[in-house]
């Protein structure tokens, strides 16, 4: 009769065994920052049993580390009403309202889900003080208090020793910051995060020989661990371009799919000389993109058709860019490549110097400014129009910070064949 009963009262939990483990899965989600995926399961957790609320808790964090707030806060209007005061949503709507700068509603929500909960849930205790971390006027020594009080009931969890980790960041406190997230690692010595964590403090003081090694570890421990994955990228996009598209890949199988990934990728194929396929990457997110496409997916496909010779292509692409961007937005650069692109086109000379004036009015270092000057003059002087040669070439010689004889005799000799 016992084993009997034994297997009628494990049947009735196994709807609750699974919601449990589905929402473990869940949260392992939310730590790769697989927020999208981790919102799908979750969304479908909240429908099949509306009455968890913890489930309506981490549901507003995939929102909140998407910055998403106005779905955050969205998902916190769908709650059902009897949920509204327990101390998961408590927590999660006073995030919210730090995130909008609202410390006096937040603050007394905080205080009732600690109360609620004797401040003996460590789960609670970490929402509260991830709420009061994230906000920028947020009181991180309270929050170390809390999360000293959670780790006293969970000891071995190494996500409460990183966020402590995190408050003592927020402090400006580097050396306990290392501190606390060695002390994850002493409990669990595979979780990844505390080791990115560490690369984060060095990347903050620029340490490039520290970051690289902590970012080392943690895929070391943890392959599939993007964040790092992504922090090698960007390293090394500045320093080694064929390093960094290893690293891009590698993190973009590991994280979920995005169409930020994809823009990632096209542009690394193209810093890294691969032009053709950067335009067809480029070419298909266009298409797919439609009205939302980015501007300076134009301007890698004029860049791209540059490199490959055909400066039609590249001049069609420029001016779709310059059309479809904000004026404010564009730098010298972008000036100094649809001037490049006009002056291999025969006859194009004027709007070659126009836009390479341009690049120049934009240009600060004066170094870099003269030689804008130099390369107007010089494209006047193929085609033999000396006067306006001379005009530049005096503007040259004028800007120029160390001139020198030779640069004084082109440009008299650019006036005396101008007449």
């Not at 109360?115 to 509260?128: F, M, V």
């Amino acid at each position: 009769m016992l084993k009997y009963m034994v297997g009628i009262t494990m049947i009735a939990m196994l709807p609750s065994v699974v919601r449990a483990q589905s929402l473990e899965e869940a949260k392992k989600k939310i730590y790769y920052e697989k927020y999208n995926t981790a919102k799908d399961e979750l969304q479908k957790l909240v429908q099949q049993d509306p009455s968890n609320a913890e489930s309506w808790y981490w549901l507003t964090q995939t929102y909140l580390e998407n910055d998403q707030l106005e779905q955050a806060k969205d998902t916190l209007n769908a709650v059902p009403v009897n949920l509204k005061d327990d101390p998961w949503l408590r927590s999660a709507t006073a995030e919210v309202l730090l995130m909008q700068q609202d410390s006096n509603t937040a603050k007394p929500l905080l205080e009732a889900a600690l109360k609620d909960t004797k401040e003996k849930n460590p789960g609670i205790l970490a929402a509260a003080a991830k709420a009061t971390i994230e906000s920028k006027t947020g009181d991180a020594q309270q929050a170390i208090e809390w999360l000293n009080k959670a780790i006293k009931k969970d000891k071995d969890n190494p996500a409460l020793y990183v966020l402590k980790g995190d408050a003592y960041r927020k402090l400006a406190d580097g050396g306990n910051a290392y501190k606390a997230y060695m002390e994850a690692l002493d409990h669990d010595p595979k979780y990844a995060a505390a080791w990115y964590k560490i690369g984060k403090i060095y990347t903050s003081q620029k340490n490039a020989a520290q970051y690289l090694e902590a970012f080392q570890k943690a895929i070391t421990l943890d392959p599939n661990y993007a964040p790092a994955l992504y922090e090698l990228y960007y390293h090394y996009y500045f320093t080694d371009v064929a390093q960094a598209k290893a690293y891009l890949e590698k993190y973009i199988a590991a994280s979920e799919p995005s169409v930020e990934n994809e823009y990632l990728h096209t542009d690394v194929l193209y810093a890294s000389g691969q032009y053709k396929e950067a335009l067809q990457e480029a070419n298909a997110l266009i298409a797919k993109e439609g009205d939302k496409v980015r501007p300076r997916l134009y301007k890698l496909e004029a860049y791209s058709h540059y490199e490959l010779g055909d400066s039609i292509e590249a001049a069609k692409y420029m001016r779709q860019y310059f059309s479809k961007s904000n004026d404010s937005g564009f730098v010298a650069k972008d000036y100094e490549a649809m001037g490049n692109i006009y002056a291999l086109l025969p006859g194009q000379q004027d709007s070659a110097a126009y836009y390479l004036g341009k690049g120049a009015d934009l240009e600060q270092d004066s170094l870099k400014k003269s030689a804008y000057y130099k390369k107007i003059g010089d494209l006047y002087g193929k085609e033999k129009d000396y006067k306006n040669q001379s005009v530049w070439l005096g503007k040259y010689y004028t800007a120029k910070p160390n001139t020198s004889n030779v640069d004084l005799f082109n440009w008299g000799l650019a006036a005396y064949l101008a007449k």
